[in-house]
């Protein structure tokens, strides 16, 4: 048995231990070497070393789907820079940041996000769930309605080719 094979089946706030990997042999730190599978109570699975759970203080609880990165330090290796995320917040900057380059087109416009992607805690997580994954690199976020709001029934993933027959 395994000295780390305690962790198997233990819940983490979001995240639950399913097992335990392969150590990473390149790992620049001890604390970095053992390595788990964890399933977030969203459906998401991420390998991760065991040590992001456990460490004190910032421990590790959930994959990102509460809205982004729980540290700057793990910014580079969650959610926020996947491109749903980016384009989730881009959307919401366009509509709501009077700063925004683009704010007279959409904010300025009376364009709004609808709440269920707004809500502060699970905003990312429903715009997820309505729009899934980009289908490719070449996909961006598009209203159907040029002068419609963003909301589940009124946005796509679209090329550039589709959106650019679709303006006002």
Aim: hydrophobic share 30%; glycine share 6%.
């Amino acid at each position: 048995m395994n000295e780390d094979d305690w962790i198997v089946g233990r819940q983490f706030g979001r995240l639950k231990v399913m097992k335990r990997l392969d150590d990473n042999a390149n790992a620049k730190s001890k604390n970095l070497k053992a390595v788990v599978l964890v399933q977030c109570s969203c459906g998401q699975r991420l390998r991760m070393p065991r040590y992001y759970l456990v460490r004190k203080p910032n421990p590790k609880t959930h994959c990102g789907c509460l809205g982004g990165p729980q540290s700057k330090k793990e910014a580079k290796n969650t959610v926020e820079y996947k491109p749903e995320y980016t384009s989730w917040k881009m959307m919401i900057a366009r509509c709501y940041d009077a700063k925004h380059i683009s704010y007279k087109d959409y904010g300025g416009r009376g364009i709004s996000v609808c709440d269920r992607w707004l809500d502060q805690v699970w905003g990312f997580k429903n715009f997820l769930d309505d729009m899934k994954l980009k289908p490719s690199i070449h996909h961006t976020l598009d209203r159907k309605q040029v002068n419609g709001n963003y909301e589940p029934n009124n946005c796509r993933w679209a090329t550039a080719e589709e959106q650019a027959a679709n303006k006002r």
